[in-house]
């Protein structure tokens, strides 16, 4: 009875220090992806990317005008962003991370630059790759209409 209850102690202090440290995991994933993404540091997000997603990011930096890199350097600070929520899906293989991001330049349609937006929110989706959690985009990132 005693080594039972003990070695039930045991796997639920081990599942719960699991569990703690997937969402760490998730939420700087998560954190340092939309960093770079909203500071149009694509090649930096890529990293935190599932396979295939990269593309997605490929195509936003291809829509890079120099009229942007002027806009985005005359800016007196970077994007900066904060995670409101994460929700776990699919056996935990799978989240979704409510994002807000503030003070950023969102790109506009080809051939016009950017605009300044101060408040946003994205739906960022999440899928865990051999044991890592990496951000799934099947397009680029869309603002959530509140």
């Known amino acids: 009875m005693t080594v039972t209850v003990l070695t039930l102690l045991v796997g639920m202090v081990a599942l719960s220090s699991c569990e ?4 760490k995991q998730l939420r700087d994933t998560v954190s340092d992806f939309s960093t ?7 090649h ?4 935190f ?4 997603s990269e593309r ?3 195509y936003m930096a291809s829509q890079v005008t120099q009229r942007d890199v002027d806009t985005l350097r005359a800016l007196p600070s ?19 991370a409510d994002v807000e991001a503030r003070d950023f330049l969102e790109m506009d349609t080809i051939g016009k630059t950017g605009r300044w ?6 739906l960022i989706s999440a899928r865990l ?4 959690w990496k951000v799934w985009l099947s397009a680029p990132l869309r603002a959530e209409k509140d």
Do not use: T
Request: contains cysteine.
């Open 78 to 96: 970077g994007a900066s962003v904060r995670i409101n929520s994460m929700r776990f899906y699919k056996g935990d293989s799978v989240a979704v």
């Open 56 to 58: 997605w990011l490929a």
């Open 117 to 122: 937006v101060e408040k946003a929110r994205y």
């Open 36 to 42: 770079a993404y909203f500071n149009w540091q694509y």
């Open 20 to 23: 703690h440290y997937q969402e």
């Open 49 to 52: 990317c599932a396979p295939g």
């Open 44 to 47: 930096k997000a890529a990293r």
């Open 129 to 132: 790759v051999r044991g890592v």
